[in-house]
């Protein structure tokens, strides 16, 4: 396998090329389509009724997704207190979720919204093993609660502006930084998300046919990568955004000022905080390259700022955290239009680069770890399955009171949840569709670590080493390939049968070599997919 550098280059150069390829002046008679998202990724969902002037509108709708999935036997550090758990213990699982949602309009003035869970992530088969500083993400549990409440909320539209109240998903440009687990991904699907108690409101200041709208709110965090309130964490945070929007033009500033109190976790008698100011400027646009063909373009970079005591060691009580990660896609998408129906995207070439901020050693007295939402999924393998499992064992094996007098104050920030982290990657991307029920697709993920590759937990008991108990200067993380193939067919005016199949096979690079130098086999991950829309 090419050394990740040379694949950065041999990966990423003919993509742009081919995308350049195609570029054409634009025609001023054929405008970008506006449903062009669904060109490019169509989950295919029912679209709620609109409102109107003198209207009111009730719909429901909603999707039961079943997966089965086989996962490669991943091997993982062992914990002191059961040196024969050599591994994550899944192999043969299936999972079931029926999301439902209801949404009331009343004219153009309210809007009730409605939105839950009902059995999140059930799993059938094997569960995993020591790795529960994961948290919802674990997948340890048989049956976890019922029933998840996501959105409640009322919008009321007045002269001055939106008024927004109650429990909303938290989502903003790319959904790097935020993102509700709404947004249906090329490869895997959408869990769980950012769910935040909101006061807001929104206006245009320059009048409601302006394109600038400016946007403060209050938020209490019900749940999101670093936070949940059933776990114990208290977290607040105040919100300004504001951005410029036309058609498919879009750019803005995210602002958040973050206040954090941990749960307890180190037997100290104190929560530990993270007190963060963060700043995320996204943006998007659209232009028609030929009769049919269009390139779209979407970006984001956040910066995150403060002073955390929940991760700290004997050394630095209190820490700095400084990190940044951003994302930037360019894609083609060309599209067809049946005699009746509405038009499709008959394929798609898309290149996604993205970059984090790495930590070789978190405490050192400042955190420089950066990690994407994990609903920007990347891949099937590396971020997802393999760094997420192996992250989170370093961090329950960190937290292990056997290991220590009390356990590593701040371990469970360790695991990564599946998100992208300490990393820069490459994600070329195609789908193709013969017809308007099949959508064939591949992808690849070319990745290194923007920082040294430390297993803390290795690090803490045996001296500094990977997660494979190797040298943490290799940065080369490795090759992903993927497939996918998905056809959904209408069984009514108002329900879809979807059938799919998604497959990832990672080829690993030198960072995850043992001591003796030896490479990690091959990962993969195996999904058969069944769903329901209505």
């Known amino acids: 396998m090419p050394r990740a550098p040379s694949a950065f280059f041999l990966l990423g150069l003919p993509w742009l090329v081919a995308i350049a390829g195609v570029a054409a002046p634009a025609r001023a008679d054929d405008e970008v389509p506006r449903n062009l998202p669904r060109l490019v990724n169509d989950p295919h969902r029912m679209p709620f009724l609109p409102s109107g002037p003198d209207k009111v509108a009730l719909s429901f709708h909603g999707e039961l997704q079943l997966r089965y999935e086989n996962d490669s036997r991943l091997r993982l550090t062992a914990p002191v207190t059961a040196p024969d758990q050599l591994a994550l213990g899944q192999r043969n699982w299936a999972t079931l979720w029926l999301r439902l949602g209801g949404q009331l309009s009343v004219y153009e003035t309210l809007k009730v919204v409605v939105q839950a869970d009902l059995a999140p992530n059930w799993i059938l088969g094997d569960t995993t093993q020591g790795v529960g500083a994961a948290g919802d ?13 996501r959105y409640a909320y009322a919008d009321l539209t007045t002269g001055v502006g939106l008024f927004r109240l109650g429990f909303v998903g938290n989502h903003w440009g790319m959904g790097v930084l935020a993102n509700d687990g709404d947004h249906a991904p090329l490869f895997g699907d959408y869990k769980l998300g950012s769910i935040v108690a909101r006061a807001a409101f929104a206006t245009r ?5 302006s394109p600038w709208v400016v946007a403060v709110a209050g938020d209490a965090v019900v749940s999101d990568a670093t936070a949940s309130w059933s776990r114990g964490d208290r977290t607040y945070q105040a919100v300004l955004s504001t951005y410029w929007e036309k058609d498919h033009t879009q750019f803005g500033f995210f602002g958040t000022r973050r206040w954090q109190r941990v749960r307890e976790e180190d037997g100290s008698g104190s929560d530990g905080r993270n007190d963060v ?5 996204a943006a998007r646009t659209a232009t028609t390259l030929a009769d049919d063909v269009y390139a779209y373009f979407s970006a984001e ?12 060691s004997l050394d630095h009580l209190e820490q700095t955290i400084a990190s940044y990660g951003g994302a930037v896609v360019i894609g083609v998408v060309g599209r067809s239009k049946p005699e009746s129906g509405p038009s499709l995207g008959r394929w798609v070439v898309q290149l996604e680069g993205g970059y984090a901020s790495g930590d070789a050693d978190p405490y050192d007295g400042t955190v420089r770890r950066f990690t994407f939402d994990p609903n920007h999924q990347i891949g099937l393998v590396l971020f ?3 760094l997420h499992f192996q992250t989170a064992r370093a961090a329950t094996n960190a937290l292990d009171p056997s290991l220590v007098a009390r356990p590593m ?8 949840n599946g998100g992208v982290f300490g990393a820069q990657y490459l994600n070329p991307t195609v789908v193709f569709r013969p017809c308007k029920c099949l959508d064939l697709k591949a992808g690849a993920v070319v990745a290194v670590a923007t920082s040294d590759v430390v297993d803390p937990y290795r690090t803490a008991t045996t001296g500094e080493a990977n997660y494979e108990g190797g040298s943490v200067k290799s940065r080369d993380l490795g090759l992903e390939l993927d497939v996918g193939a998905e056809w959904h067919k209408g069984l009514s005016a108002a329900t879809l049968l979807q059938l799919g199949v998604q497959a990832g096979v990672l080829f690993p690079g030198h960072a995850f070599d043992d001591a003796g130098g030896l490479g990690k086999k091959p990962q993969s991950v195996v999904q058969g997919r069944v769903g329901v829309q209505f």
Do not use: H
């Open 409 to 416: 104050p701040g371990a469970r920030f360790l695991t990564s």
């Open 137 to 149: 993400r674990a997948r340890d549990e048989t049956l976890p609660p019922f029933a998840r409440l």
């Open 301 to 312: 970079v956040a910066v995150v700022r403060g002073k955390t005591t929940a991760i700290r």
């Open 205 to 209: 200041p320059l009048g409601k046919t």
């Open 277 to 281: 100011w963060i700043g995320d400027v």
């Open 384 to 386: 997802p399955f393999l």
